[in-house]
């Protein structure tokens, strides 16, 4: 028996052996590679002619390959010799060498010698050579490499390949080569050999069968009578047989020497593409010749690569055995492999490699199928829970494995029938099985992904008919009924088929293989929409009456509304079912008050009563009728809760009003004035409720958007409406900036949010654009705008101070944490929005990047593309926001921080993470390089006056200058001596006789005279002298800048103005937005507020269901200094885009 095991310690760098001869058994000519051949004489042959060369033919494909093969072979059969050296010249300049193989060489020296002297002529500097390098040319050659090599060998197997020469001499040549220490003469040389040993399987395979005719037809003539054999053919095909198992013993020689000479040397070679090679055609040669290769002997060394480190490498190995496994010929002769190698196939399931797992889970699939008896239960447990995987991919391979072990009809089963004697579909079983699998692997919140991961391999995912049955009819004799947790994993089931086959899309958060859908996918999930509608229309309104009462089950069934087609109510006349669904849903809102089912109820609605819809009126006159009894109930707890001192707990319910007001414009019903007096009751009123005060926070929040929205939507609004409008608005900013601070964190948060999205919603560029101007679209006059003034920006500020920037508790469990993250990056992403859309200084944002470091893993992702947005809009008064950022993070450092304390080594580091977001052309960041610079030296010498007697000391932010020289490295040369003039002459700084506390300034300049910005310590010395200097000073006792003459040209140009005025951002008519994976263009960008209709009515929700949406992307304007003032396409943004934070949450 064969021993599989790996070997100890195998090593997987280049080995060194010495060239090695063709060994004996390849015929009386063969010439040990080492060894001299015998002179011959001279020859009058001269060198190659390049542009005649196989190389420079074969690169430039100036003919059939085929054609090529044939000339030479007919060279060849002219003048072996010439032949020869004009193929091995071949295979030199392939490597990249550019070194000639002149006949005199080729007839005198050894190959190790001819090798020796490309070696020499080898440029191996730029790392280059024609297997590695890019482009359409040499991938064109690449290929046609290895064609040559497969189409030369077969034209020669008749006759020449036996001659004990022309193989004997390449193959010499090719096994010198793979032991070359140059990388490209090893590739293209392990290359050539793997492929020739390829072609050579191919012939012994032609061979073997033509041995095999030759023996029956030898047969069938002994066969034959006496008196009728031809005793002639029998003598030749005699001697014919004779010669084809000579030629095919001499095959495998060559075969057996190769893979001797080569293989066993380079399958553990140190470059990774080299041993891909070899795996990869030892693969082809066990399915192309399983009698010598598919054997435990040449088994082992693909076995013993899967443990390889390259990625690359393992997944060659894997597709090297899949298709063995897929053969249930071969399959036999891998059990001995198999058991040795199954636990790391397993193991490579996990492997950090997508790839490599997808192929790993294909193979043990493959093993399941048709060896079965290798794998044990708790090997196919490994797989199971893939099926949840993010990698879309690998949970499709995962659930065909899952699918072939437990998900299989069984023929012989019984027929089931329901209670009533209907007949029950074949998948019951399977989705009953299926049931309990997502029960067992305990992963409920995920049942999306198990859905995705089958929907495409096993039909009963389609099946709405049996699933529906499960749910609505009692079992029959033999069933066990659904128990409570089956039930509603089997709803969720249901809701994730119907999402899956009415929208054709992948789950969010999983990778999908593909981004659209093509035209014959679009027709299958059209027609599997039409088939999941036919089936709910008469079930659904059962479905909702019978589990109604359960809050999950409910938010999966009203979920399934959405997917379908709903024109088929009036189209299959089946208006009643309609009827009956409106009216069990109007029975069941008044049993839940959970805001999750509150607001599935309002979606719901939202989609029933769309204006297209045939349907659309009737449902629309019945939610009027159900808010009109809504706002009854709402109205009688509204004086039960203001009549009574302590008002009853039941009245706080009554604000389901609220969800409503998510996805409907309730201004008719007129209820701003009970809104407000609800939301200033915390002010007010000694006793209240958080979630009342809350909620009416929200709900006049809405009042307002529906108001501004109706009013941009009408074209003409009324100016005293208006007025109105803005009263309220102005009372509504000034009574929730007070809340900003308050401390129940419920009513802080519902402000905070609300002010956030209001502040977008009514924000001055709103404002019609200017008349003239490119793009201008008709829009009303006069729209109603509100500016954030410092006491709101500071409560803004405020309030994410103590509630976003804050430590973790480590008392509270792993689940709240991440729900307390979550909602702190909500909350963040809110504040980003405004500095994003210009509706706060950008200045604002330094209070946000001063945590960068700090809470980095945390907040780290959002920071950055709020500074990348903030780039595109405005880049010199982002790089003042830098500024100012560093100086306040300088500013916060304890009074007796040193340069090696941690905060300063954080500020530090800070500063690196900023410059690093500069990019790397300094030339393109000049302008912003000098402003930067030159705040940060206002901002380091501050406090200090030259022509003052206390100038001897330093000043007290001298340290900065440690920081501002992170920035030098970006300044350019001349700007460098203009900065450090600037200091001298501007600031009368001297350098000479500084003492240890002026060491920051010293490594400033020393960082400016150096050519690559960085400074050394102490590298400025000086003997005697002063800091002291002539020149302009300033008041003693006076704070702030110092009064001096400034170098203009230290002065970058503002741009177009001063101060963030001149950086609008960009309307979101104009912007990229993602809400719910759509952009705002395409809900705002479309031309008017009619535009935005649909996205409007999405709800303030997303701040009770996290939305997964994106932050909204201003235009890139990263080229302009200063932008015109935006132009108004509708209302600034949606209801759901301004509860989308998901850009930022990602």
């Known amino acids: 028996m064969v021993e599989l095991s790996q070997p100890s310690g195998p090593t997987l760098a280049a080995t060194t052996n010495t060239a090695v001869g063709v060994v004996g058994g390849m015929g009386a000519g063969a010439t040990p590679s080492g060894a001299k051949r015998a002179r011959r004489g001279p020859r009058p042959h001269e060198l190659e002619d390049e542009d005649s060369s196989l190389f420079a033919i074969i690169k430039q494909g100036r003919g059939a390959l085929q054609q090529i093969a044939d000339e030479w072979i007919q060279q060849y059969k002219q003048d072996r010799d010439a032949a020869l050296v004009r193929l091995l010249q071949f295979f030199i300049s392939s490597s990249g060498c550019k070194g000639r193989i002149t006949m005199q060489m080729y007839l005198n020296d050894s190959y190790a010698e001819i090798i020796r002297k490309m070696t020499e002529q080898f440029d191996e500097d730029s790392g280059e050579y024609p297997l590695i390098m890019t482009g359409p040319v040499w991938r064109k050659f690449r290929s046609s490499f290895v064609d040559f090599i497969t189409i030369l060998i077969r034209q020669c197997q008749y006759s020449v390949i036996y001659d004990q020469f022309m193989t004997d001499t390449v193959i010499s040549l090719l096994t010198g080569l793979t032991d070359s220490q140059v990388r490209a003469f090893r590739h293209t040389s392990t290359l050539a050999a793997v492929k020739l040993v390829t072609a050579l399987v191919e012939v ?141 196939i397993l193991d490579m399931t996990l492997d950090k490699d997508s790839e490599v797992a997808v192929e790993a889970v294909r193979c043990v699939t493959c093993m399941l199928r048709n060896l079965d008896r290798i794998l ?148 299958q999930v059209q027609e599997d929409k039409q088939r999941l509608t036919e089936h709910l229309i008469p079930t659904l309104a059962q479905l909702i009456l019978k589990y ?159 108001q501004q929205y109706r009013q941009m939507k009408e074209g003409q609004p009324d100016k005293n409406e208006q007025k109105d409008l803005k009263k309220c608005v102005e009372l509504f900013f000034q009574v929730t900036t007070a ?114 470091i700090r809470f980095y893993n945390d907040f780290g992702d959002i920071m950055k593309t709020t500074l990348q947005k903030c780039k595109e809009i405005n880049k010199r008064e982002t790089t003042l926001c830098i500024a100012a950022t560093l100086q306040k993070a300088f500013s916060q450092l304890p009074a007796n921080s040193d340069r090696g304390s941690p905060g300063f080594v954080a500020l530090k580091d800070l500063a690196r993470r900023f410059n690093l977001s500069f990019g790397l052309d300094a030339a393109k960041v000049r302008e912003l390089m000098r402003c930067l610079h030159e705040e940060g030296v206002k901002f380091a010498l501050a406090d200090w006056d030259p022509a003052s007697p206390a100038a001897a000391a330093p000043p007290h932010n001298l340290a900065f200058f440690d920081v501002l020289a992170e920035f030098s490295n970006k300044l350019l040369r001349e700007d460098k001596a203009q900065l450090a003039q ?112 649909t996205a409007v009515k999405r709800s303030r929700r997303d701040q009770m269901m996290p939305p997964a949406e994106n932050l909204a992307t201003p235009a890139s304007t990263s080229g302009q200094q200063q932008q015109q003032p935006p132009q108004s396409h509708g209302p600034t943004t949606s209801v759901l885009q301004l509860r989308s934070h998901q850009q930022f949450l990602a």
Request: aromatic share 10%.
């Open 376 to 523: 044990d239960d708790k090997d196919a447990e490994n797989i199971y829970e893939l099926v949840y995987s993010s990698h879309r991919p690998l949970a499709v391979a995962a659930a065909e494995f899952l699918n072939l072990k437990l998900f299989q009809l069984d023929e012989h089963a019984p027929q089931l029938r329901t209670k009533k004697g209907k007949k029950r579909s074949q998948n019951t079983v399977l989705l009953r099985d299926l049931v309990q699998f997502f029960i067992e692997s305990e992963l409920n919140e995920h049942a999306a992904y198990l859905v995705d991961s089958f929907f495409d391999i096993n039909d009963m995912l389609r099946d709405w008919e049996a699933m529906i049955d499960l749910l609505l009819e009692e079992p029959g004799r033999g069933e066990e009924p659904l128990g409570d947790l089956q039930e509603s994993s089997l709803i969720e089931i249901l809701a994730c088929c119907a999402r899956q086959a009415a929208t054709g899309e992948s789950p969010v958060g999983r990778q999908a293989s593909r981004k659209q859908l093509t035209n014959r996918e679009m027709r």
């Open 204 to 344: 012994s395979l032609s061979v073997s069968i033509n041995l095999d005719n030759t023996q029956r037809q030898y047969d069938a003539e002994r066969l034959k009578a006496q008196n009728r054999r031809a005793h002639d053919r029998l003598d030749g095909l005699l001697k014919n047989r004779q010669k084809l198992q000579e030629n095919l013993e001499e095959i495998k020689t060559m075969i057996t020497y190769l893979f001797k000479g080569v293989f066993i040397h380079r399958y553990r070679d140190s470059q990774a593409e080299i041993r891909t090679i070899c795996i990869q055609e030892i693969g082809q040669w066990m399915k192309k010749m399983p009698n010598v290769f598919l054997e435990d002997s040449y088994l082992k060394y693909v076995g013993w690569t899967l443990y390889d480190r390259v990625s690359e490498v393992r997944l060659t190995c894997l597709k090297s055995l899949q298709p063995l496994y897929e053969d249930p010929n071969a399959v036999n002769k891998l059990e001995l492999f198999s058991s040795r190698f199954k636990s790391r």
């Open 739 to 852: 809340y900003l601070s308050h401390d129940e964190k419920s009513i802080a948060t519902e402000a905070y949010v609300s002010i956030c999205d209001l502040l977008v919603v009514f924000s001055r560029h709103n404002e019609p654009a200017v008349a003239g101007q490119a793009g201008d679209r008709q829009q009303p006059a006069g729209v109603v705008s509100f500016v954030a003034d410092a006491g709101l920006q500071s409560g803004l500020v405020h309030f994410m101070q103590r509630r976003v920037f804050v430590e973790d508790d480590p008392d509270t469990d792993e689940d709240a944490k991440i729900e307390e993250l979550h909602n702190r990056r909500t909350h963040l992403a809110c504040f980003a929005k405004l500095v994003v859309y210009n509706c706060v200084p950008l200045q604002l944002a330094s209070n946000m990047f001063v945590h960068y």
């Open 982 to 1093: 600037w200091l001298r002459t501007g600031w009368q700084v001297r350098t000479n006789g500084l003492g240890p506390q002026w060491q920051s300034l010293i490594y400033y300049l020393s960082s400016l005279e150096s050519p690559d910005g960085g400074g050394a310590e102490g590298s400025i010395s000086g003997a005697t002298g002063s800091v002291v200097g002539g020149g302009p000073g300033r008041g003693s006792g006076q704070r702030g800048r110092p009064k001096r003459q400034r170098d203009s040209s230290m002065t970058p140009s503002m741009g177009g103005g001063q101060g963030q005025a001149s950086a609008v951002a960009p309307s979101p008519g104009a912007t990229a937005a993602a809400a719910a994976s759509t952009s705002i263009q395409s809900a705002a960008g479309a031309g008017g507020p009619q535009a935005v209709s």
């Open 548 to 706: 109604g009462e359960d809050t999950g089950k409910m938010l999966n069934l009203l979920s399934l509304v959405q997917y379908m087609d709903l024109d088929m109510f009036v189209s299959t006349r089946q208006e009643k079912h309609l009827d009956l669904l409106l009216k069990y849903m109007q029975e069941s809102i008044v049993k839940h008050t959970e805001t999750e089912v509150l607001l599935s109820f309002a979606r719901v609605f939202e989609s029933l009563t769309q204006e297209e819809l045939q349907i659309g009126s009737k449902c629309l006159a019945v939610l009027s009728t159900l808010i009109d009894r809504l706002v009854e109930s709402y109205k009688q707890a509204y004086l039960n809760y203001f009549q009574e001192e302590r008002p009853d707990e039941d009245d706080k319910y009554a604000l389901v009003i609220f969800a409503f007001y998510s996805y409907h414009d309730l201004t008719s019903w007129d209820l701003w004035i009970s809104l407000l007096t609800i939301f200033r009751s915390a002010q007010e009123r000694p006793f209240y409720y958080e979630e009342v005060v809350a909620r009416g926070i929200g709900c006049a929040y809405f009042a307002l958007f529906w």
